[in-house]
């Protein structure tokens, strides 16, 4: 029997259609961000400090070094220690064509990668190291403070990026910078396991790996003479020196790793999964390491960049380039060729995502949607304790303002009725004080918004596996269509649909209680799905029936959602 067989749920009628393309005139407002600021005790101080404290640094470095250079002891440390670690073995193979082509590829996912990732954090522009996101607890951001005695959720909270730095750079964009961000990134990590087996697999890994504890004063001696402007020779056709070595290592094998790791640990899924360690891991203090790795691989690209123009660019590029060992400029024109396909990349990323984002959206779930379902199959158990709740829980999402809900929520919900129907044996309306008269089960658990926060807090309801047990789900049925009492935010009624499977897992609950209170309504109230292995924009609030369904492709734009129809969530 199917779906369509059956009396369709009322409120299939109030879903709205959504368009393919990004329409910037139903976007929500640009919202300027600040120049970002570091939190030092209790003072923020703005990165542009940094420029006229490098510049004086810098200069105050290349005068120290040179004078130290003129010392006795100094010249006979460099005379012993040149820059290379002599007892660090060649490389015979110079570099080949896999190397190159990999150097390339690992160039243009960047771009990507970097301009999605600063997307995403545009969405909530600050970063804490505690699991909970008081505001004042930020250590970095470039949005203002909250403000207060109003009510500021955390969409209010997103700032604009310009069009040319952010993919696709329109304010609230996440949706789309994350298919940008994640699939890329699934590239990337391709790229670089061929990476590791093609240099394993040649003598290419002496060229990274140090061999010996001479590589310290080596990188020591090359500093000093780098920053005295007197270079050292270049020896990389068979060897870095010992400052290269490192810290190339650095990115190769300890940066990239670090960054996937912490990328992982902010999916809900992942993290929630993981007990005690996902405890010690939270999500917070992963975004701020994942940050501090994304500025480590900016910095050393911009290094690496710099190096390249004043070590010498003809026979830098004629080795990463042309594989050549020359006097001729072999390398150049790829050089140029490279940097040409780089620049349109960047110049038509942001134009082409806004008049294709349905196919960025699909592509997106076709290269990583199995990775999601994969990481939804995880059990997340892990639950913390009381004194662990947070002080405070950002408020998100567009609350009901229907004169229906003003009087349900002025009789304290008595007249509220949760419908339940679709492919069922026992179609129900529930009352919310049934809801209450049934098991009640507690929990406190981590909350993973898309956007970026989190909180901990204790939710008290009933499991959705008794819902299914009144109910019995149809052999059929593979969905529930969760909808909600609120529309979007581009009209139309809000909805979320969820596979039954993750229904039955022991942590799903219809929510009525929030930290031992009931519910409030800037919370979803009278009802709200709690889901623990799913981001937050996925636990419907302010529920007003459930339909479970063998398909969702007859709902809304047939995405699977609200935000997947109109803001091109996955």
């Given amino acids: 029997m199917s779906d369509r067989a059956r009396k369709p749920e009322p409120l299939e009628t109030a879903l709205s259609h959504a368009d393919d393309h990004l329409l910037v005139d139903h976007w929500m407002p640009p919202q300027a961000g600040i120049i970002p600021r570091v939190r030092i005790g209790r003072r923020w101080i703005s990165v542009l400090w940094a420029l006229p404290i490098g510049s004086v640094a810098l200069m105050v470095l290349i005068a120290v070094a040179q004078a130290l250079r003129e010392l006795p002891q100094v010249k006979a440390f460099i005379a012993q220690h040149p820059g290379i670690a002599q007892a660090a073995p060649s490389v015979d193979s110079g570099f080949p064509w896999w190397l190159q082509l990999q150097h390339f590829a690992n160039m243009f996912f960047m771009l990507f990668i970097i301009r999605a990732g600063l997307q995403i954090l545009a969405d909530h522009p600050r970063l804490y190291w505690r699991r909970d996101c008081t505001p004042g607890t930020d250590w970095f951001r470039f949005q203002r403070p909250v403000p207060k005695g109003r009510i500021w959720t955390a969409k209010d909270d997103s700032v604009t990026l310009p069009t040319w730095l952010g993919i696709p750079g329109l304010r609230h964009t996440l949706g789309l910078a994350r298919w940008w961000h994640f699939s ?68 190769v094998f300890v940066a990239a790793p670090v960054s996937i790791a912490t990328g992982l640990m902010q999916s809900p899924a992942i993290a929630n999964s993981l007990g005690w360690l996902g405890r010690v891991l939270n999500r917070q203090a992963m975004r701020s390491f994942h940050f501090i790795s994304f500025a480590w691989f900016v910095t050393f690209i911009t290094m690496h960049g710099v190096m390249v123009f004043i070590t010498g660019l003809r026979q830098n590029t004629n080795h990463m380039f042309a594989g050549v060992e020359s006097e001729a400029w072999a390398g150049l024109p790829l050089f140029l060729l490279a940097m040409g396909v780089m620049a349109i990349a960047w110049l038509l990323a942001s134009p082409f995502t806004k008049r294709h984002a349905r196919l960025v959206q699909r592509t997106g779930r076709f290269m990583i949607g199995w990775l999601r379902t994969l990481a939804t199959r995880t059990d997340p158990r892990t639950q913390f304790d009381e004194s662990d709740i947070s002080p405070f829980f950002w408020p998100n999402g567009t609350m009901p303002n229907s004169p229906a809900f003003g009087a349900l929520a002025s009789g304290a919900f008595a007249d509220y009725r949760l419908r339940i129907s679709g492919l069922i044996e026992a179609p129900q309306e529930l009352s919310l004080a049934f809801l209450k008269a049934m098991t009640k089960q507690a929990q406190i658990t981590d909350h993973f918004c898309i956007q970026g926060w989190s909180g901990v807090a204790k939710w008290g309801g009933v499991p959705m596996r008794d819902i299914l047990d009144l109910v019995r789900p149809l052999p059929e049925a593979r969905y529930a269509v969760f909808y909600s009492l609120a529309d979007g935010a581009d009209g139309g009624r809000y909805y979320d649909v969820h596979d039954l499977a993750n229904m039955r897992h022991h942590l799903t609950l219809l929510a009525y209680e929030m930290n031992g209170e009931p519910l409030n309504i800037l919370h979803g109230a009278p009802l709200r799905l709690r889901c623990e292995n799913q981001l937050g924009y996925k636990m419907v609030k302010w529920i007003a029936a459930i339909e479970f369904v063998e398909s969702f492709a007859h709902l809304g734009a047939g995405q699977g959602g609200y935000n997947e129809d109109h803001e091109f969530y996955g």
């Fill in 184 to 251: 890329i990134n699934l590239l990337w990590v391709i790229n670089g396991v061929l990476f590791y087996g093609l240099l394993f697999a040649t003598d290419q890994w002496r060229r990274l790996v140090p061999l010996t504890w001479e590589v310290f004063p080596a990188a020591l001696s090359t500093a000093i003479q780098y920053a005295s402007l007197n270079f050292p020779v270049d020896h990389s056709w068979t060897r870095y020196n010992g400052l290269q070595q490192l810290s190339y290592f650095v990115t």
